[in-house]
């Protein structure tokens, strides 16, 4: 927690910030939302949170590490439905120490909030099929409409449990009737649910919103286990090893660890390969961090694994873990985060805050949704900036009314622009002869850009040592 402002917000956290800054009231916070390609529920608790605590950099990202601690709690009470109490406790120090949900834990989004109720749906959906009760089908209820409104990817792995709820009715189910009944009364529930989101999930399909999504490609399980886990070929073996043991000793498992064991490898394999081939057959969606709910199962059926073999492979196993465990934050520890620096260039421009300020912010082409990010993250620094949008300076740039001297600082996805022509053309003025750039501040992905106008080149220059020189 005492290092989580040290970076600064970038493009997607400022999102976040906008949509639910506590100055939008609650119908303009779920427009926004709304119109957006996302569910509402995590703006909305946003939204609260900024409404009680205040908006600035610690309060956002401590709400995110708040929600993170629950992840653990459920995570272990999810592995005890499979492991005794030592390993779910193993498996909840390996939750709290992996590399990237920490780095989820430290950043204005949805994700931990999406994993929370992703663990608590499987875990209410696991504990119905073992009781078959009442009190656990309504938990299941409540968890999946909470995952439903925090992120359409839900959807997938839902559609995924229905697909191993087949499964179950076919080899372990005996009373299907009761079962039967109770799955219609769920699909019946969760598309009433879902009824006031049908017209915006409709809409975040067509078009171009899910830009940043390419499809994927064939090396897609690799590059998840070396997102989430920075694993090498080492831990691939001792992955295949795992899942051979599984194959080999099938068949002699007592049905409730024949039950356990689909369980874990259909949330498994389905969780990977469904979207993969929804992506490949209509459209691309497969996003590494939305798989983020399949690091516990990976974790509980390697642990699983484990428990089938004897004391002599068991304690190599259990040396392996622990030393991936280590291995996983010293990672961390020497790893630099880097993002693009918004933070960095607010705080250098506000040293000219008498020279006009426009923002770019591209991705990949695309405008930022309207949002003036860099607006957005002046205001919760109480800088006092004014800071004019992008669609502004499109207008005034064609109607030749812009200042004679400004500031163009802007934001890339990709990295930053080396050579002044590839600056001149990013903001389309490299053939134009009122536009001559003055000076240029680089950053990480970010960058501040002095041009001036009508060829008032001396009049811009000392423009900005007066700015200087009152600092």
């Known amino acids: 927690m005492s290092n989580i402002t040290i970076g600064s917000y970038w493009l997607d956290e400022l999102f976040s910030v906008a949509f639910s800054h506590p100055k939008n ?223 080999i000793t099938f068949n002699d498992l007592k049905k ?53 073999t004897n004391s002599t492979i068991k304690l190599l196993f259990s040396i392996v873990f622990l030393f991936f465990i280590f291995n996983q934050l010293y990672v961390f520890s020497k790893t630099k985060i880097i993002k693009p620096q918004f933070r960095e260039v607010l705080f250098y421009i506000n040293k000219f805050n008498k020279v006009p300020i426009y923002e770019l912010i591209k991705e990949n082409g695309h405008n930022g949704h309207n949002i003036n990010h860099f607006q957005v993250y002046s205001d919760m620094l109480g800088l006092n900036l004014k800071i004019i949008d992008d669609f502004t300076f499109e207008d005034q740039k064609k109607s030749e009314n812009l200042p004679k001297c400004f500031w163009l600082i802007y934001s890339y996805y990709s990295p930053t622009f080396k050579s002044q022509d590839d600056i001149l053309n990013l903001f389309d003025v490299k053939d134009n002869p009122d536009f001559k750039l003055i000076k240029r501040t680089k950053f990480e992905s970010t960058e501040a850009v002095l041009f001036s106008y009508k060829k008032e080149y001396p009049e811009c220059k000392n423009l900005l040592k007066r700015a200087k020189s009152r600092k």
């Open 256 to 308: 409730e660890q024949k039950l356990q064991l689909s369980f874990l490898l259909f949330w498994i394999v389905l969780g990977i390969f469904l979207p993969y081939f929804i992506s490949l057959s209509f459209t691309p969606l497969v996003n590494l961090r939305y798989s983020v709910i399949l690091i516990l199962p990976i974790y509980i059926i390697s642990f699983y694994g484990l428990s089938k």
């Open 25 to 247: 009231s609650f119908s303009q916070m779920l427009t926004l939302t709304l119109e957006d390609v996302h569910p509402p529920l995590y703006q909305a608790l946003l939204w609260f949170w900024y409404k009680i605590f205040g908006l600035n950099e610690f309060s956002g990202r401590s709400f995110s590490s708040l929600i993170g601690l629950f992840v653990i709690i459920s995570s272990y009470y999810l592995s005890k439905e499979f492991l005794n109490k030592k390993e779910s406790l193993f498996i909840s120090l390996l939750i709290s120490t992996n590399i990237f949900l920490i780095l989820l834990s430290q950043e204005v989004r949805y994700y931990q909030l999406y994993m929370l109720f992703s663990i608590l749906s499987f875990l209410f959906f696991y504990k119905y099929l073992i009781k078959k009760d009442f009190k656990n089908l309504i938990f299941y209820w409540i968890s999946s409409s909470l995952w439903i409104y925090t992120h359409y990817y839900s959807f997938i792995f839902l559609a995924s449990q229905l697909i191993f709820l087949i499964f179950y009715l076919i080899y372990f189910e005996t009373n299907r009737k009761k079962l039967l009944k109770d799955t219609i009364k769920t699909i019946i529930f969760l598309i009433i649910i879902s009824l006031p989101l049908i017209k915006y999930i409709f809409l975040a399909t067509k078009g171009d919103k899910f830009w940043w999504i390419d499809s994927p490609s064939i090396f897609y399980f690799f590059n998840y286990m070396v997102y989430y886990f920075k694993i090498n070929i080492l831990s691939f073996i001792i992955i295949g090893f795992l899942f051979t043991i599984y194959f």
